[in-house]
Antibody, heavy 122, light 106 residues
Framework: EVQLVESGGGLVKPGGSLRLSCAAS????????MTWVRQAPGKGLEWVSS????????YYADSVKGRFTISRDDAKNSLFLQVNSLRAEDTAVYHC???????????????WGQGTMVTVSS | DIQMTQSPSSLSASVGDRVTITCQAS??????LNWYQQKPGKAPKLLIY???NLETGLPSRFSGSGSGTDFTFTISSLQPEDFATYYC????????FGQGTRLEIK
């Protein structure tokens, strides 16, 4: 079964850090660009960051640039998001998602994880 | 940045109704437009890619059209499982989602 499972979320104080992980299974992870999308409670979807296969290209949303770092370990079929200098407005469910057609730049996301919740509060 | 404006933001309809949601881009995005369905507590699900292509295995009551700045998503005959929130998403320049359309039972 093709699957993405996120972990690493939690409650953190403003200014704190977390490392989010996304474990992939059921497909050849190294062939696909991957993306993080977040959703604040009761709000819509917000694209966060994308990474190409082989990590050659990386994009970030302006709202997280300089604070978040996306990476991948193809040997471990894993995607990561290091989130630093967290703010209250970063509170959200963070989903990882696979690009549908192995495209770059990213295009459509056909496989999504259920997400991991990040809560930033003092 | 490309802004995506969906309308309406919410919609009430009945089983069997034909429903249309529109998405307008702030600039020409060619056909680089996708549609997703999201149910409460669940991950989004890709329905339509490249403006008009139905994702494999999905029912033909879902359809999409448009190019440039104006796009439409249609459900030809609403089924009970279709009540959800729908999002458009552009990929002409980075990624932007519309604000969502909540489809509720009348």
């Amino acid at each position: 079964e093709v699957q993405l499972v996120e972990s690493g979320g939690g409650l953190v104080k403003p200014g704190g850090s977390l490392r989010l992980s996304c474990a992939a299974s059921g497909f050849t992870f190294s062939n696909y660009a991957m993306t993080w999308v977040r959703q604040a409670p009761g709000k819509g979807l917000e694209w966060v960051s994308s990474i190409s296969h082989s990590s050659t290209y990386i994009y970030y949303a302006d709202s997280v640039k300089g604070r978040f770092t996306i990476s991948r370990d193809d040997a471990k079929n894993s995607l990561f998001l290091q989130v630093n200098s967290l703010r209250a407005e970063d509170t959200a469910v963070y989903h990882c998602a696979r690009d549908r057609g192995n495209n770059w730049p990213p295009a459509a996301f056909d496989i999504w994880g259920q997400g991991t919740m990040v809560t930033v509060s003092s | 940045d490309i802004q995506m404006t969906q309308s309406p933001s919410s919609l009430s309809a009945s089983v069997g109704d034909r429903v249309t949601i529109t998405c307008q881009a702030s600039q020409n995005i060619r056909n680089y437009l996708n549609w997703y369905q999201q149910k409460p507590g669940k991950a989004p699900k890709l329905l339509i890619y490249d403006a008009s292509n139905l994702e494999t295995g999905l029912p033909s009551r879902f359809s999409g059209s448009g190019s440039g700045t104006d796009f439409t998503f249609t459900i030809s005959s609403l089924q009970p499982e279709d009540f959800a929130t729908y999002y458009c998403q552009q990929y002409d320049n980075l990624i932007t989602f519309g604000q969502g359309t909540r489809l509720e039972i009348k």
